[in-house]
T-cell receptor, first 113, second 113 residues
Framework: DGGITQSPKYLFRKEGQNVTLSCEQN?????MYWYRQDPGQGLRLIYY???????QKGDIAEGYSVSREKKESFPLTVTSAQKNPTAFYLC????????????FGSGTRLTVV | AQSVTQPDIHITVSEGASLELRCNYS??????LFWYVQSPGQGLQLLLK??????LVQGIKGFEAEFKRSQSSFNLRKPSVHWSDAAEYFC???????????FGTGTRLTIIP
């Protein structure tokens, strides 16, 4: 079945370390997105990509980096520069236009210890 | 810029009672509107969407929503809730030419027996 796979489901990181969250889709979608979710704040856009080898910053890109070397994959790196990385991270994809809506992965919960 | 307001942070209803979750958007032209549902620790699942045409939209799980341009609203309704409807609900808005969706802060729904 087609879908989006995020891994791992839970991730623990020590302060000062970089960590990479995986997002893979087999829906043949052009666009992919990373959101951060914190209680009471809804979903905030970190980065998005409309085509391979191209991506744009969202509303809260500081302390994060991404790559889009393959259409199927859009990994997110949470760097040590991110001041408060503990959150639930959601990856999504779409066929490219806002009218299609998004398909979401099941999320990764990152905790800094 | 587009924006979404979900004025109710938390709603509690009895099983079998009717439900209405409010969503107001801000955007000049005709928006694309969505409702998503999220179970704890999971990704978001699309309930329904509105692009144009009939202002009353039917979705999955017995939900419906009505687009009211005069009130800039897209409220979600269900005639009779089930315990399994307990979750968090997000309204989102997009528009033609902009592949990004803007999400509201969510409404958490609790069902009491």
């Amino acid at each position: 079945d087609g879908g989006i796979t995020q891994s791992p489901k839970y991730l623990f990181r020590k302060e000062g370390q970089n960590v990479t969250l995986s997002c893979e889709q087999n829906l043949n979608h052009d666009a992919m997105y990373w959101y951060r979710q914190d209680p009471g704040q809804g979903l905030r856009l970190i980065y998005y990509s409309q085509i391979v080898n191209d991506f744009q910053k969202g509303d809260i890109a500081e302390g994060y980096s991404v790559s889009r070397e393959k259409k199927e994959s859009f990994p997110l790196t949470v760097t040590s520069a991110q001041k408060n990385p503990t959150a639930f991270y959601l990856c999504a994809s779409s066929m490219g236009g806002a009218d299609y809506g998004y398909t979401f992965g099941s999320g990764t919960r990152l905790t800094v210890v | 810029a587009q924006s979404v307001t979900q004025p109710d942070i938390h709603i509690t209803v009895s099983e079998g009672a009717s439900l209405e979750l409010r969503c107001n958007y801000s955007y000049g032209a005709t928006p694309y509107l969505f409702w998503y549902v999220q179970s704890p620790g999971q990704g978001l699942q699309l309930l329904l969407k509105y692009f144009s045409g009939d202002t009353l939209v039917q979705g999955i799980k017995g939900f419906e929503a009505e687009f009211k341009r005069s009130q800039s609203s897209f409220n979600l309704r269900k005639p009779s809730v089930h315990w399994s409807d307990a979750a968090e609900y997000f309204c989102a808005v997009g528009n033609f030419g902009n592949e990004k969706l803007t999400f509201g802060t969510g409404t958490r729904l609790t069902i009491i027996p």
